[in-house]
Nanobody
Framework: VQLQASGGGLVQAGGSLRLTCTYT????????MGWFRQAPGKEREFVST????????FYEDSVKGRFIISRDKVEKTVYLQMNSLKPEDTAIYYC???????????????????WGQGTEVTVSS
């Protein structure tokens, strides 16, 4: 499995960005694709993930109501629409994929086996 992420950039607070991640390779049962982020000096943290088959999304509390994750099965792509961005959203965003997960594992960094290269998001105040 290979993941290719794109869409980061510099935006003012209150603005929007859309991240895109496309995968190639095999897909597993109970497959999740998600987004994590890592700010300077901090650990990588969960942002959002989506169950590939059902389309059910999961969000970290601080992004609920602002970010929307979606997937296109045909294009093998997951999107993260980020609205009402705040300076604290500044980080490198990584897409990730894993198979065989149960819901309780889906928010955990260590559950994901495949990672994209990261795309930088900077939100200015």
């Amino acid at each position: 499995v290979q993941l290719q992420a794109s869409g980061g950039g510099l935006v003012q607070a209150g603005g929007s960005l859309r991240l895109t991640c496309t995968y190639t390779g095999r897909r597993f049962s109970r497959y999740f694709m998600g987004w994590f982020r890592q700010a300077p000096g901090k650990e990588r943290e969960f942002v959002s993930t989506i169950n590939w088959d059902s389309g059910i999304p999961f969000y970290e509390d601080s992004v609920k109501g602002r970010f929307i994750i979606s997937r296109d099965k045909v294009e093998k792509t997951v999107y993260l629409q980020m609205n009402s961005l705040k300076p604290e959203d500044t980080a490198i965003y990584y897409c990730a994929a894993a198979g065989g997960l149960i819901i309780s594992q889906a928010r955990v960094v260590g559950s994901y086996d495949y990672w994209g290269q990261g795309t930088e998001v900077t939100v200015s105040s």
